[in-house]
């Protein structure tokens, strides 16, 4: 295989394979680009290679795509347990689980994989984590910028770019080039602050949502069909908590907080009590609702 595909890439790296890392995966491969994911071990492996299969199933099944399309996808996706074979890469999506020691550590475990004299566009999926904050973990922070899709990847059209304060523009614009062109997205241009534009919006709307039915205020069935059928939201926010994944919002909720010191982001007790529980909404079967 020679040749861009689009945005001037062909070769993606993507790291974890949870629910955005397999959207990320499948949507990359879907749009013809040959796609490494890279997670932290042999079950990670087999559990991410099966959620994208069978989403690309399931998209076949909907007569979303052909079975060919799909084939196609299959065979540019490869999975590995081992951050070395990013080497290669024009661009590596990190999107593992939301925590700065987590997401720093596996920054600087890719630096030190990757050739010296490398250009390759590093980008963090983070909700609510500084962009400068984790390019300060690699050697060329200049190449460091923030992709914030959205969720389920395949279908959101919009992702937010995060230039920090040291980004070169010309990775922010090959990055830009990426996502329009090579994905199709609509970018938004975000500054590197709490929230970015969209989560500074959203996440206290959501905890707002849940402070109301922690306080018997009104049922989770009424919030939401407050806002489905008052205002025409396509998901009400408790819905969309357990889509999300309660443990993703709750530590994008908690850090958001801990930088702004806003106390519109902080995370009620509720939502803590069902993360402790494991009720993480859809991923674990139950959440605000629960799932069959
Ligand atoms: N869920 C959403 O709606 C949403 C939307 C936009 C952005 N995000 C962001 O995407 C990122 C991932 O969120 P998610 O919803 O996919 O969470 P998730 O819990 O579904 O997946 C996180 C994955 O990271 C993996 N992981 C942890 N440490 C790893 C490591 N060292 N190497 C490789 N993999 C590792 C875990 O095994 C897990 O599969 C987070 O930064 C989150 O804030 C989430």
Not at 37 to 44: F, G, I, L, P, T
Request: charged residues 20%.
């Amino acid at each position: 295989m020679t040749g861009a595909v689009g945005g001037g890439l062909r070769r993606l790296g993507v790291i974890g394979c949870g629910l955005m890392g397999a959207g990320l995966a499948e949507l990359g491969a879907r749009s013809g680009f040959d796609v490494v994911v890279a997670v932290s071990s042999d079950r990670s492996l087999r559990a991410g290679r099966e959620r994208v299969l069978a989403s690309l199933d399931r998209s076949v099944a909907k007569g979303r795509i052909g079975a060919e399309d799909r084939d196609a996808a299959v065979g540019r996706l490869s999975f590995t347990d081992t951050l070395g074979e990013l080497a290669d890469r024009e661009l590596i999506i990190e999107s593992v689980t939301e925590s700065h020691p987590v997401k720093a550590k596996v920054f600087a475990a890719l630096d030190a994989v990757l050739p010296k004299d490398h250009d390759v566009v590093l980008a963090t999926n983070t909700s609510s984590l500084a962009v400068a904050g984790l390019a300060a973990s690699v050697r060329r922070e200049d190449l460091v910028v923030g992709t914030h899709f959205f969720n389920p990847v395949g279908t959101m059209p919009l992702v937010e770019l995060i230039s920090s304060p040291r980004t070169a523009p010309e990775a922010a614009a090959r990055a830009e080039r990426f996502l329009a062109e090579g994905l199709g997205k609509r970018v938004v241009h975000a500054p590197d602050r709490p929230g970015f534009v969209v989560n500074a919006l959203l996440v206290p709307f959501m905890m707002s949502a849940i402070t109301m039915l922690e306080s018997g205020h009104a049922t989770a069935e009424d919030i939401d069909a407050g806002m489905t059928q008052g205002c025409g939201h396509p998901m009400g926010p408790l819905a969309l908590s357990d889509f999300t994944g309660l443990d993703t919002l709750a530590a994008v909720a908690q850090g958001l907080f801990e930088q702004s010191d806003d106390a519109r982001y902080r995370p009620p007790r509720l939502l803590l009590d069902l993360v402790t529980a494991g009720h993480l909404g859809r991923k674990s079967g139950r959440g605000f609702y629960e799932y069959a």
